[in-house]
């Protein structure tokens, strides 16, 4: 733990314009019960340009923050590799100044925790001088694109497009069986309870589109390389929808199909099929229509030509 002995004044970066005082002190005060939290701001411990203020107060440009004399939890310095950090800059697609799109490596972690130390965020809060968020997540075994934000502004923007479908994500995965060549749209809500993702009619709006591109067969299996639109984000989305459909992720651990998998093994697949080919928003930056695309990686692509 780290005990801070005297008060800190804390001046308000672009990144946090706009936000609650609340959730502004939960970022700066980790470890710190949201009770505790709460209590002094109500007690009028916490301080906004010398004046009280209540949870729900948004931050404005150059507010100066008085947090008092409180223990956090203290945080060990993180410091990437230099292998991991020449791995994310030759991973980027597009950088503005409001934020980049990278294409995200099969097997790495958005964030760290859950057994891993450092995840992209913090490898590049490291090497960013202006605060860096992340605008939307993938999955660990998911490859593809990844925004992040460098600006508050930027990201409540495309926070807005997300709940608005006005940002398209499009996805390539090979699921199991072969599938008729038109659109498929999966309506069906998904409830996320403590280990997995399920359909349930007590979950959340979620709506996949499953465009069939080709379809393989081989041998006993058959197999189809789909591109999938989606029109909301929830956790593991398109695999449970894919699973739902009865044409499961090719080597999905979670959702798969056993005997499928391992017949992909066989044929050289060693991880999950899917991959966020490409994204595309309105920049908040330059207001104009921006499509990123990342390429299918090497490995999936040769294991395609062998089929």
């Avoid at 301080?47 to 223990?71: M, Q, T, W």
């Avoid at 503005?96 to 760290?112: F, P, S, T, Y």
Wanted: proline letters at 4%; aromatic letters at 6%; hydrophobic letters at 35%.
């Amino acid at each position: 733990m780290i005990n801070h002995d005297s008060p800190r004044f804390i001046t308000v970066d672009d990144f946090s314009v706009g936000q609650r005082l609340d959730n502004y002190l939960i970022k700066q005060l980790k470890g710190v019960p949201k009770s505790r939290i709460y209590r002094i701001i109500r007690k009028g411990e916490v301080r906004v340009n010398k004046g009280r203020k209540k949870a729900d107060y948004k931050l404005n440009s150059e507010d100066v923050v008085r947090i008092p004399p409180i223990r956090t939890s203290s945080a060990k310095d993180i410091k990437p590799s230099e292998d991991l950090l020449a791995l994310l800059n030759s991973s980027i697609l597009y950088e503005d100044k409001g934020l980049v799109v990278i294409n995200k490596r099969h097997g790495m972690a958005v964030h760290g925790g859950s057994g891993v130390s450092i995840g992209i965020i913090e490898a590049l809060k490291s090497q960013y001088k202006e605060p860096i968020e992340l605008v939307h997540r993938l999955d660990r075994a998911t490859s593809g694109c990844l925004i992040l934000a460098k600006k508050r502004s930027v990201l409540k923007s495309l926070h807005e497009q997300l709940v608005n479908h006005e940002l398209e994500k499009r996805y390539t995965a090979l699921v199991k069986d072969t599938w008729s060549k038109k659109k498929h749209t999966i309506d069906a809500p998904i409830y996320q309870n403590s280990r997995y993702s399920v359909i349930d009619s007590k979950g959340k709006e979620s709506i996949s589109h499953f465009h069939p591109i080709k379809n393989f067969q081989l041998g006993d299996f058959g197999a189809s390389l789909v591109e999938v639109l989606i029109e909301t984000g929830r956790t593991h989305q398109i695999r449970v929808h894919a699973q739902y459909a009865k044409h499961p992720v090719a080597q999905d651990n979670k959702y798969g199909d056993r005997l499928f998998d391992q017949f992909m093994k066989k044929k050289g697949l060693s991880r999950l099929f899917l991959h966020a080919s490409n994204i595309t928003f309105t920049n908040p930056i330059t207001k104009e229509i921006q499509k990123v695309t990342a390429p299918l990686p090497d490995d999936l692509e040769d294991f395609l030509n062998k089929l």
